[in-house]
């Protein structure tokens, strides 16, 4: 609860600042003197939301209006800030970017000469705690699996979904009373095993709908052979595709694209927190651009490079051969910096998600005889108007079409997503939107449109 105070005040802080507004701008003033300066603005802001909140603490905090004897506090309250975005990513849309920004100013070594101080430390984690309090064995027990992993319910009694609920919370009772010592409580090993699950419950709804989507592919789609009038095939300069594939090789530069995204869905905390490095590492540099979508902060990622290129060597390794180019685009003007990168993969659930779940309650939409009526009369069936959908999607959103030349889109690793952006921007005038609005779908902007 006292992180979550916390954490309440930095986003109300960050709510009111314009920090980017007035630090990203093109001018002929001291940058550094401008950086300092509202800095000390957004410090000085959190101060007084603290003093409004508790009188007592605030009244300490600010005694001797020095920020530089209160770093630790400022240390503390940034990183509740990025620990609780990396695990939920839908939180904080415009207050991280922000947040992660002035960061990234205040880790300059001319800025930090002006403060005296940092407001960057190490991101919290699980494994660090039990580091640190000498409880790593308790990652290597057999019952962490069913200590942290997500019941899943669907299509099971209730009885059964009861008894394996006992089962977890047995083991979690079982792993805290095994491995709690002086130096580590047992509300602590609760509170590491429940970050794990959240990892399982991230993965779920941002992983899961990536193997749902590979499944539909599979089961309506011969990888050779095309059924008539569901062929994958696309051709350059029809229905606004850049590229020109055959139904076998778009079959493969589909399945191939989502495999990819799947591995960095599953390696997601681990990319996050290799981008984060790169954008807060001291005495790091970055130069302020136009890219051609407003001024943006140009900075090399060598760290989530690498890792981004060991996934997409993994998914290579895995099917053998690739179509298309296999360029990453990170630290120029398509990807700017690692901040971007996320971003970018962050919206991989919010594309695919919908459109699995419109998918899949086609037929229970049919249950409805005047739906059941429309579906048939219109597509054929069940089947046909799932096929309509899928067979769209993975032609369109896979065409290499979304940006102005082929360079900055076509089939390189960042230009997939830009094409499945651009699909979902002219989801309104498909013939088979009214099935969508049928299902509950309102947009893809995440939402309560989940399973």
Known sequence: MDERKLLRLLEA??????YTDKVDVLTFRSKTQRITKQLKEICAIMCGLVVATDYRAGQELIKDKDFEHNARFFQSIFEIGRRHKVMNPEKMRSEYGKMIYLLQDSQMSDVQELLNFKL??????????????????????????????????EGKPRIQVQREIKAKEKAREHLSRRYSHADLSSEEILSVLYSISDNNAYLRFNRDPVDRMIDFLKRYFDPKTPEPGF??????????ARLSHNHERQYTYVMQSMMLWREVSNDMFKLWYLA??????????????????????VQSAPQTNKAIHQVLARCQAKLGHWVGSAVVHL?????????????????????LNPVALVVQRVEELCEDDGLRQYVESTFGGVDECRKTILADFFRHAFDGSGADNFFDAGSCIDGRLTSAWNWCSKIEKKSYYPVFSLAGFTGFDGGDFRS
Do not use: C, W
Request: charged share 20%.
């Open 120 to 153: 960057v430390k190490p991101m919290r984690t699980a494994h660090a705690l039990l580091a640190e309090k000498n409880g790593l064995a308790m990652l290597r027990d057999g019952l962490m699996h069913q200590a942290t992993a997500e019941i899943m319910h």
């Open 231 to 240: 062929s994958l095939g696309i051709t350059m300069g029809m229905g606004g």
């Open 13 to 18: 802080a960050l709510h009111v600042s314009e």
């Open 276 to 297: 984060e490095g790169d954008l807060l590492r001291e005495g790091g540099y970055y130069q302020l651009t136009n890219t051609g979508q407003g001024l943006n902060r």
């Open 331 to 351: 630290g120029d003007h398509n990807v700017p910096n690692a901040l971007m990168f996320i971003d970018k993969y962050t919206q991989v659930p919010r594309i």
